[in-house]
C-alpha cells in the first residue's frame, strides 16, 4: 500500500510537469521565476526516489530505461535537445530577473544554447503567466546606447539592467525605461499575444 502512495504522488507531480511543458509550449508558465524549476527538481528527485526504492520491478527497470535513451536521443543532434533541458532544469541560460510590478516581470537571459542574449516580458493571468514579447538584448542596448549593434561598448551577454521602470501597458505595447550603466532611455516593446518562434 505504502508504495502505491509513493506512485500515485510521483505520477501527480508527473503530471504537473507536463502541465508545466504544455503551458511552455504555448508561451505561459506558472507564476514566477522559480516555480518551473521546483516542479523540474522535485520531479528529478521523485524520479531518483522511484527507480531506487522499486528498481526489482521490470517495469520501472524499462522506464529508467526509457530515460536514458531519451537523454542519449537529446544529445545526438548537436546536443540542442539536451540543453534545453539542461536550461529547463538550472538558471544557466538566466542572466537577470526584474519584478515590474504585481502584473508584469522581464527576464535577461538565453533561453537557448542558439539565441543570443533576449528579453522577454511576462504578464502574470492568476496562477499562470504568459510571455507577451521577446526581442534580443542588443536590440534594447542599441535605444538605450542610440548606437548600431557594431557600435555598442558594452558586452551584451555580461551587461546587466541597473533598472527597469515600467512607463505604460496597453494590448498592443509595453513601455519600460531601460537604466544600462547610468544611461537612460524608454523602450516601447510589441506585445504579440499569439507568437511562436
Same mark, same amino acid.
Given at each position: ?9 510521483? *505520477? ?11 503551458? $511552455? *509550449? $504555448? ?24 527507480? #531506487?526504492?522499486l528498481w526489482k520491478k521490470k517495469a520501472v527497470k524499462v ?18 535537445? =539536451? ?6 532544469? &538550472?538558471?544557466?541560460? &538566466?542572466?537577470?530577473? #526584474?519584478?515590474?510590478?504585481? @502584473?508584469?516581470? #522581464?527576464?535577461r537571459n538565453r533561453p537557448n544554447v542558439l539565441y543570443n ?15 507577451? &514579447?521577446?526581442i534580443p538584448y542588443n536590440e534594447v542596448l542599441e535605444k ?25 501597458? $496597453? ?15 524608454? =523602450?516601447? @516593446?510589441?506585445?504579440?499575444? $499569439?507568437?511562436?518562434?
Amino acid at each position: 500500500m505504502k508504495n502505491k502512495n509513493i506512485v500515485i504522488a510521483y *505520477l501527480v507531480v508527473t503530471l504537473i510537469l507536463l502541465s508545466e511543458i504544455i503551458l $511552455n *509550449l $504555448n508561451k505561459y508558465s506558472y507564476a514566477g521565476y522559480y516555480s518551473d524549476k521546483i516542479i523540474g527538481w522535485l520531479w528529478l528527485a521523485m524520479t531518483v526516489f522511484i527507480i #531506487i526504492k522499486l528498481w526489482k520491478k521490470k517495469a520501472v527497470k524499462v522506464y529508467f530505461g526509457l530515460l536514458v535513451g531519451a537523454i542519449i536521443l537529446s544529445i545526438l543532434p548537436m546536443m540542442i535537445p =539536451f540543453f534545453g533541458i539542461v536550461n529547463y532544469f &538550472s538558471t544557466i541560460g &538566466s542572466y537577470q530577473r #526584474i519584478q515590474l510590478d504585481d @502584473h508584469y516581470r #522581464i527576464d535577461r537571459n538565453r533561453p537557448n544554447v542558439l539565441y543570443n542574449p533576449q528579453v522577454t516580458i511576462y504578464r502574470r493571468e492568476g496562477i499562470v503567466e504568459k510571455q507577451i &514579447s521577446r526581442i534580443p538584448y542588443n536590440e534594447v542596448l542599441e535605444k538605450v546606447f542610440q548606437c548600431s549593434s557594431i557600435d555598442l561598448p558594452v558586452d551584451d551577454k555580461k551587461e546587466n539592467i541597473q533598472r527597469a521602470k515600467l512607463i505604460m501597458a $496597453n494590448k498592443d505595447s509595453i513601455g519600460i525605461e531601460y537604466q544600462i550603466t547610468n544611461k537612460k532611455q524608454i =523602450f516601447y @516593446h510589441k506585445v504579440n499575444e $499569439n507568437w511562436f518562434e
